[in-house]
Structures are given as C-alpha cells and as structure tokens.
C-alpha cells in the first residue's frame, strides 16, 4: 500500500494581509490608545506599562547633593563617636558635663541616617530618593531647632554656633527644594 502524499499546506501571510493583522491587533486589545494616550506595541507591554513612566527625572545636581550630604553625614557620626568632648568645645566653645554619652549617642543616630543617604544614593526609584530628602529635611529642621533652644539656654552663642545654625537652614532650603523638584509631576513625552 503506497502512502498518498499530502497537498501543500497554504501558509496565510498576515504580514502583509493588513485588514487581517488590524483585525488581530483589536482581539488582542493593542495598538489602540489607553487612557494615558499611550500606544502599546504588545500586549505585554500593556500588562506591565510602560517603563518610560517610571523613569525619573532628575534635578540636576541631585545625585552630588546625596553625595555630599552622606560624606558629611559619615564624617559627622564618626567624630562624634571617635571625640565627642572635642565636637561639643568647637560648637559650643565650653564643654558641657555629661554631654560626652549625648553626642555619642547623636553620632550613632547620624551614622544611620547616612546609612539611608548612601542607600539614597544607588537607588533608581523616585519614592526611596523623597523618602530621603524629607528625612534629610527633618533632621535639618529639628537641629535647627534643638540648636537654637540650647543657644537660648545657655544664653551665649559662639561664632561657630551661629555658622552652624545658618549652615542648616541652608541645607534644609536646599534640600527642600530638591524634594519640590523631584515630587512634581512631569510633562508626558
């Protein structure tokens, strides 16, 4: 018994079938706008959006500012663990009893929150990089504040104090502004 050969198989082109590839498109529900007025390419695209809308939008100088706040918060801590009397003599110009335990005690609160700044560093997400800034900012605002109420405690204030206090409504300015940038919404492209 011979084996009767099979006829050729007609291969569809929907390539180049243009009504059929559109009528494909729409079942899979792509290539139409959504609501953003995106067009996605692939269905796939559309389940997980696009990745353009995630990118973030850096101010510029933003990255440096990271930087330089986590060098100084780690030089900070760490001369506050390592010389505690040595930080309170050149803030305060007098040293203070029982301040030696406080400022170290300050130093380990500050080398965590450097921590954070280098974590804020590396980071690509927009919402770790806020979360950053205002904890960057809250630290600044309640030094400033614990600063000011001990200057009027002691009743005198050094050079060095008052450098300080305008050095950190500086930094709270500055970095307030870089989390104003950064938390505005921006244009769609």
């Avoid at 995630?54 to 500012?65: D, N, S, Y």
């Avoid at 918060?73 to 203070?96: C, D, G, H, K, R």
């Avoid at 500050?110 to 590396?122: F, R």
């Avoid at 927009?126 to 009027?152: D, G, N, P, S």
């Amino acid at each position: 018994m011979a084996a009767k050969p099979h006829p050729p198989l007609m291969k569809k082109h929907s390539q180049t079938d243009l009504v059929s590839r559109l009528k494909t498109r729409k079942i899979l529900g792509v290539g139409g706008e959504d609501d953003d007025g995106e067009v996605h390419r692939s269905k796939i695209s559309q389940m997980l959006g696009n990745e353009i809308k995630f990118a973030v939008r850096e101010p510029v100088g933003l990255r440096v500012w990271i930087l330089i706040s986590a060098v100084t918060f780690t030089v900070m801590a760490l001369m506050a663990l390592a010389f505690p009397n040595q930080l309170s003599e050149i803030v305060l110009e007098e040293q203070l009893p029982t301040t030696s335990i406080s400022i170290r005690l300050y130093g380990g609160a500050v080398l965590s929150i450097s921590l954070i700044m280098w974590n804020g560093l590396y980071t690509a997400e927009k919402v770790i990089i806020q979360w950053t800034l205002l904890m960057e900012a809250c630290y600044f605002a309640v030094q400033f504040l614990v600063m000011t109420v001990t200057l009027v405690e002691i009743g005198s204030a050094s050079n060095a104090a008052i450098l300080l206090l305008l050095s950190r409504v500086l930094f709270l300015v500055v970095t307030l502004a870089y989390y104003y940038h950064l938390g505005r919404r921006s244009k769609k492209i």
